[in-house]
């Protein structure tokens, strides 16, 4: 896993800038409300400004963490998020098409039918139909 991470200079630099505008945005926005915690956030904004711009051996560490941490969230979202959504959605949706008999697909078979073939009305050639299909 560790060696898939890009930790380039230029790479450690703009997670240094992103988390340094992230912080200082936060930092803001509690500035504004009244919270005694915008230090903290100017203290983290100055560092990770600091830090990206010309201290890369000291973000380099904390990058590739973050970076450990972003593929386990990937992991976590791919595997159960995604698998949550299928079984709990997709399947009830499946369930109830089936309870009500629809056949959105056009899969029943039919012993009294010739062919499956579904005709289509041809329509005039315009150029234009082709410049934008869905």
Known sequence: MTDKINASRKEVRK???????IC?????????????????????????LGTGLVGYPLL??????????????????TRILLG???????????L???LLGKDLLNLKFDRS???YWVKKERAA???KRYERLF
């Open 15 to 21: 997670f240094g800038i992103m988390f340094a505008v």
């Open 24 to 48: 200082a945005i936060i930092g803001g926005y509690l500035l504004y409300k009244g919270a005694d915690a915008w230090r903290w956030l100017a203290v983290g904004s100055a560092f990770f």
């Open 60 to 77: 380099k560490p904390i990058y590739i963490g973050w970076m450990k941490f972003a593929f386990v969230l990937g992991w976590v979202n």
């Open 84 to 94: 949550l959504f299928f079984y709990l959605v997709l399947t009830s949706v499946g």
């Open 96 to 98: 109830v098409l089936r």
């Open 113 to 115: 039918s010739t062919t």
């Open 125 to 127: 050639f315009d150029p």
